[in-house]
């Protein structure tokens, strides 16, 4: 019923930039949450960045300590679109990310959780 396509992964030397880029599709109603996740080798998945409050003028924004300042999360509504510019990238960044979204698919149900089939983004010289 909703798919998440994930592009934008790829090798890239540490101090590079590169950009992931996320779209909904399929029966949505709503969303409420978007965001992005990665799981290193050997590592719990772990929170990177998300937009709560998809569809206000000023939505919540949270970023994890460790790419603070030089991630991005931005956001197009129209596309149901998420994206995350990532700068400076570091070895340690290196990880398989994942797009998440909190969407309903009615107006009255409740939400569900859908993943993304995760992008690699490899950090390394």
């Known amino acids: 019923q909703v798919q998440l396509v994930e592009s934008g992964g790829g090798l890239v030397q540490p101090g590079g930039s590169l950009r992931l880029s996320c779209a909904a599709s399929?029966?949505?109603?709503?969303?409420?949450?978007m965001g992005w996740y990665r799981q290193a080798p050997g590592k719990e998945r772990e929170s990177v960045a998300t937009i709560t409050s998809w569809s206000q003028l000023l939505p919540l924004i949270n970023y994890a300590d460790a790419v603070k300042g030089r991630f991005t999360i931005s956001r197009d509504k129209a596309k149901n679109t998420v994206y995350l510019q990532m700068n400076s990238l570091k070895p340690e960044d290196t990880a398989v990310y994942y797009c998440?979204?909190?969407?309903?698919?009615?107006?009255?149900?409740?939400?569900?959780?859908?993943w993304g089939q995760g992008t690699q983004v490899t950090v390394s010289s």
């Open positions: 399929g029966s949505i109603f709503s969303i409420n949450t």
């Open positions: 998440n979204a909190e969407i309903k698919l009615g107006g009255l149900g409740p939400e569900y959780s859908y």
